[in-house]
């Protein structure tokens, strides 16, 4: 036989568990409640206080003043917003914007807008068929002609020393072929001028000597003492020796000139007042800037530079 159970008898919940659901309930309302009421009623009450006691205090206009602010407050929500605006749609100039991007059609090809393509500076012309010669571009560079230029160096090392003109040449500087541009000094060791002093006496010795000797013939000549032969003979070798001499001291003295070997221009200068140029060091470089050349590399072999041309850095072009 079954035998119901009686039914539990019903647990009447905690006041203390009531109350703590209906705070919870009104927590999530107001979470979920626009606070913009909350906020405009709160306003309006502490104005109505200051008000209250503006009113009491007999200050009539600054009441009225709080009375007209708390009425825009109150009015100010319903006098922006629209029922019928749907703010979550995007707006004309969105759309517009979206579909002025640079993005790549279904079909492969991309579209570029026109503030685009002008901050890339993309220019679009009309293309064209023909019949043109084949062209090959090159790196190249512009030289002097070997034939045209030239350089000046000290076959000696020596001082640098300017021109009778008392300036070096500078950069830029117009000069003929033959011009001297400066002068080396060979520098004198001090064992080289004690040897050198030494030969000088030596010279002059043997210059007295001859001297003396042809004197002697010549006052022997008439006598017949002498031949004419032992005379020219005495005057060929005191000559020799005198111009043994003379070059003698030209070595200390005379300094080598170095001159331009073709006309042109100074396209390089290292000369200074004073400076030590050691043998076979360039000094100038002379160009003539209506004989240049431009040279090319290529890996292959062309087959004609007859109507080869030539662009400059700023666009100019050059028949070759």
Do not use: C
């Amino acid at each position: 036989i079954d035998v119901p159970a009686p039914p539990a008898p019903a647990v009447e919940p905690a006041p203390w568990h009531a109350g703590l659901a209906v705070a919870h309930d009104f927590g999530a309302h107001l979470r979920s409640a626009d606070p913009m009421p909350f906020l405009v009623g709160g306003a309006g009450f502490v104005l109505g206080i200051l008000a209250t006691v503006l009113m009491r205090a007999r200050r009539g206009v600054a009441a009225v003043a709080l009375l007209v602010l708390a009425a825009g407050l109150l009015f100010a929500p319903s006098a922006f917003a629209h029922g019928d605006d749907d703010h979550d749609a995007p707006t004309p100039m969105a759309a517009a914007g979206a579909q002025d991007l640079a993005r790549r059609l279904p079909d492969g090809s991309v579209f570029v807008p026109k503030p685009t393509q002008r901050v890339l500076t993309l220019r679009t012309l009309v293309t064209a068929s023909g019949v043109l010669a084949r062209t090959t571009e090159l790196p190249g560079r512009i030289i002097a002609d070997p034939n045209g230029s030239g350089v000046v160096q000290s076959s000696v090392g020596g001082r640098l020393s300017p021109p009778e003109s008392g300036l070096f040449p500078r950069l830029g500087s117009p000069v003929r072929k033959g011009e001297v541009l400066a002068f080396v000094t060979p520098p004198v060791q001090a064992v080289d001028v004690s040897d050198m002093r030494q030969r000088q006496g030596e010279l002059d010795q043997q210059i007295a000597i001859v001297a003396r000797r042809v004197e002697r013939y010549r006052k022997l000549s008439p006598g017949g003492a002498v031949s004419q032969v032992q005379i020219d003979d005495a005057d060929a070798e005191l000559k020799g020796l005198v111009d043994r001499r003379k070059a003698l001291d030209g070595v200390r003295s005379q300094p080598e000139a170095l001159a331009a070997p073709v006309s042109g221009v100074v396209a390089e200068a290292n000369a200074v007042a004073g400076q030590m140029a050691s043998p076979g060091a360039m000094v100038f470089k002379i160009v003539d800037p209506a004989r240049l050349w431009v040279e090319a590399l290529s890996f292959d072999a062309l087959a004609s530079t007859a109507d080869a041309t030539a662009r400059l850095a700023d666009g100019r072009r050059l028949e070759l």
